[in-house]
T-cell receptor
Framework: DVKVTQSSRYLVKRTGEKVFLECVQD?????MFWYRQDPGLGLRLIYF???????EKGDIPEGYSVSREKKERFSLILESASTNQTSMYLC?????????FGAGTRLSVL | GQNIDQPTEMTATEGAIVQINCTYQ??????LFWYQQHAGEAPTFLSY????GLEEKGRFSSFLSRSKGYSYLLLKELQMKDSASYLC??????????????FGAGTRLAVHP
């Protein structure tokens, strides 16, 4: 069974804090992704990675960075959290054509 | 530009059939996906169409017409557990580089007794 695990289901942070969202997959997938999901907008791609230490910007990378030091782990970093980054964050990894998603982290920035 | 349209909400009766439509306009096309997402849970893969026609998988079927930029997801013998959001996503076909997924906003389906 494919498993993508996000470390936190809910997070509450303050404006200006540095925030780390962690994602781990146990399927040896090369490609991993970070999306945010907002009502009425669908999933939007923030960053993706196709190999260890490799990263590519998605559609909305501003205010975010990522880290992929090991194949199984892909971290999303908010350098200085802002209220407009309050959202649901979804991690995914890809095998052949299909992306498999984690359950999401609902982040609130106050 | 990129645009994927699907209805925001639908309701249906248990045991009935429902069709969720998706129309798209993208820079290129390299496949269309349907995902199911229950509230508070991960989206889960339902179907993938890359050629025109109908793909059937149990109670769920997905249809694609590339010339019309149109797909639908057909759910038969509806069950209460089918109440969820259904996400349509198109994979862009761009030569070189990564073929990313573009998602619609999702259709929230409510199944009632």
């Amino acid at each position: 069974d494919v498993k993508v695990t996000q470390s936190s289901r809910y997070l509450v942070k303050r404006t200006g804090e540095k925030v780390f969202l962690e994602c781990v997959q146990d399927m040896d997938h090369e490609n991993m992704f970070w999306y945010r999901q907002d009502p009425g907008l669908g999933l939007r791609l923030i960053y993706f990675s196709y190999d260890v230490k490799m990263k590519e910007k998605g559609d909305i990378p501003e205010g975010y960075s990522v880290s992929r030091e090991k194949k199984e782990r892909f971290s999303l970093i908010l350098e200085s959290a802002s209220t407009n980054q309050t959202s649901m964050y979804l991690c995914a990894s890809k095998q052949q054509n299909i992306q498999y998603f984690g359950a999401g982290t609902r982040l609130s920035v106050l | 530009g990129q645009n994927i349209d699907q209805p925001t909400e639908m309701t249906a009766t248990e045991g009935a059939i429902v069709q969720i439509n998706c129309t798209y306009q993208t820079s290129g096309f390299n496949g269309l996906f349907w995902y199911q997402q229950h509230a508070g849970e991960a989206p889960t893969f339902l179907s993938y169409n890359v050629l025109d026609g109908l793909e059937e998988k149990g109670r769920f079927s997905s249809f694609l017409s590339r010339s019309k930029g149109y797909s639908y997801l057909l759910l038969k013998e509806l069950q209460m557990k089918d109440s969820a959001s259904y996400l349509c996503a198109v994979r862009e076909g761009i030569s070189g580089g990564y073929n990313k997924l573009i998602f619609g906003a999702g259709t929230r389906l409510a199944v009632h007794p």
